[in-house]
Each structure stands twice: as C-alpha cells, then as structure tokens.
C-alpha cells in the first residue's frame, strides 16, 4: 500500500466517525453550559505560593471560619492524625480550639522564622510547616518543635509535615519525629495521611453547597497539580 492510498484509507476512517465527534462535541458544549466543570476558584490563585494554601487550609480548620461549619473541618482533620497519634479530644475542646497562621518564632534564638499553621488545643498543640512544592530549610522543624516545645510547656507538643512531594524532613528531633501528610494519595491504598482524604472527607459531610463545592474545587486543584503515590 502506497502513501497515497494510506492517506485514502486514514480520510475515509475519520469521515466515517466524524458525525460521532461532533455529537460529543455539541454534548460537552452543553455539559459545559449547564454545570461549568472546568470553572474553578483555583485558577485564580497561584500555584507556586504556599502562603495562599496554608491560608485556605488555616480557614478551613477554624471553628469560627467564614465556612460557619464550626469545627467540622477540624474534627475529620485530627481524626486523619489520630490515625498516627493518640490525640484525646472532645467536642467541646474543638470549639475551643485556635488557630494561628505565620507563628513567629519567639522563644527560641532564631526569631525570624514563622510556622505556617499553629492549631492551639486544649492540653495539645500541633504545628503544621506545609511544603507543597519545596523542601525544608536547614534545620527548619528541628527549630519550630523547639520553639512549641518551650512556648506552650503545659502541652503536649505535636508537628505535621505536610509535603506535596509526601517525603519527611530532615531536621527533626529523632525522639519525636513529625507526622507526615502527603498531598494526594490517588489511588494508593497505603496507610500513610493526605490532605486530599481530608478534603474528601469534609466535602462529603459539609451541608451548606457553596462550602462543600470549595472543598471539592480544592480537593480537584490538589488532584490535579500534585503527582499521586504509587499504588500499593
């Protein structure tokens, strides 16, 4: 078969299915019309800025956040660590519980860092560094366990490392080493913690639909812009 007649035979393939395409063509034409699957808040936000995600999930875990689902979100979030940890809670001490964001490290010698999310319990209390696209500075956790350690005495000291590349840091306190929470799992079924069974979890149980369709815009923005694991 000569290129000539190939080209005949490829022509006469696609004329063939070419009223097919366009019917799948003019349906997501209209799908597009009638629910805007590809319209997301997070498009509007930079994908490189850490801040504007530590941001969203500071929101999100506070009792007395916008999203006025009290301390939902926070609940299904500690119950994804208690998976690792023994952390004893109540629903009382989650209405109590606050959340601080840029944490400036004061009581330590090196001042001049700041955690990104510092979630104050009741008789615990849990840093969160979130590295979504880079690792850790040097001596980074090692430096912020320190400071949570010797700010709030009275409490039990806890650290998430929440990595979009679900790899631990280097720095930390060999006796205590962080928790550590990848971005998406995909379709792993291993034992380790993701924020995307988080985001699945707390869309699934928010009532109020602009709420849940953030959490599910988010949970696709995670999906799609961090590498899954390995299936197990």
């Given at each position: 078969m000569?290129n000539?007649e190939?080209?005949?035979?490829?022509?006469?393939f696609?004329?063939k299915?070419?009223?097919?395409?366009?019917?799948?063509?003019?349906?997501?034409?209209?799908?597009?019309?009638?629910s805007?699957?590809?319209?997301?808040?997070?498009q509007?936000?930079?994908?490189?800025n850490?801040?504007?995600?530590?941001s969203?999930?500071a929101s999100?875990?506070?009792?007395k956040?916008?999203?006025?689902?009290k301390?939902?979100?926070?609940?299904?979030?500690?119950?994804?660590?208690?998976?690792?940890i023994?952390l004893?809670f109540n629903?009382?001490?989650?209405d109590?519980?606050?959340?601080?964001t840029?944490s400036s490290?004061?009581?330590i010698?090196?001042?001049g860092?700041?955690?990104?999310?510092?979630v104050?319990?009741?008789?615990?209390v849990i840093?969160?560094e979130?590295?979504?696209?880079?690792?850790e500075?040097?001596d980074?956790?090692a430096?912020y366990?320190?400071h949570?350690?010797n700010?709030?005495?009275?409490?039990?000291i806890?650290f998430?490392?929440?990595?979009g590349?679900?790899?631990?840091?280097?720095?930390?306190?060999k006796?205590?080493p962080p928790?550590?929470?990848?971005?998406?799992r995909g379709?792993s079924n291993d034992?380790g913690l993701y924020?995307?069974?988080?985001?699945?979890?707390?869309?699934?149980?928010c009532?109020?639909d602009k709420v849940?369709?953030?959490?599910d815009d988010?949970l696709?923005f995670?999906?799609?812009?961090?590498t899954?694991?390995?299936?197990h």
């Amino acid at each position: 078969m000569d290129n000539e007649e190939s080209l005949i035979q490829v022509k006469k393939f696609f004329d063939k299915y070419k009223p097919l395409f366009a019917i799948a063509l003019d349906m997501e034409s209209r799908l597009e019309h009638l629910s805007s699957p590809r319209f997301s808040v997070f498009q509007y936000i930079s994908k490189k800025n850490e801040n504007n995600i530590s941001s969203i999930i500071a929101s999100l875990l506070d009792p007395k956040g916008t999203h006025g689902q009290k301390s939902l979100f926070l609940k299904e979030f500690i119950k994804q660590i208690n998976k690792k940890i023994d952390l004893n809670f109540n629903s009382l001490e989650f209405d109590l519980t606050k959340i601080i964001t840029e944490s400036s490290t004061d009581a330590i010698q090196d001042s001049g860092r700041r955690i990104d999310i510092v979630v104050i319990g009741t008789n615990w209390v849990i840093g969160i560094e979130n590295k979504p696209y880079t690792y850790e500075q040097k001596d980074q956790i090692a430096d912020y366990t320190e400071h949570l350690k010797n700010k709030y005495k009275d409490k039990q000291i806890y650290f998430l490392y929440l990595s979009g590349k679900n790899t631990l840091s280097s720095s930390h306190d060999k006796n205590q080493p962080p928790i550590l929470m990848g971005y998406n799992r995909g379709t792993s079924n291993d034992d380790g913690l993701y924020l995307s069974d988080w985001l699945k979890a707390s869309r699934d149980l928010c009532q109020v639909d602009k709420v849940r369709h953030f959490c599910d815009d988010f949970l696709r923005f995670v999906q799609e812009n961090f590498t899954s694991v390995e299936t197990h």
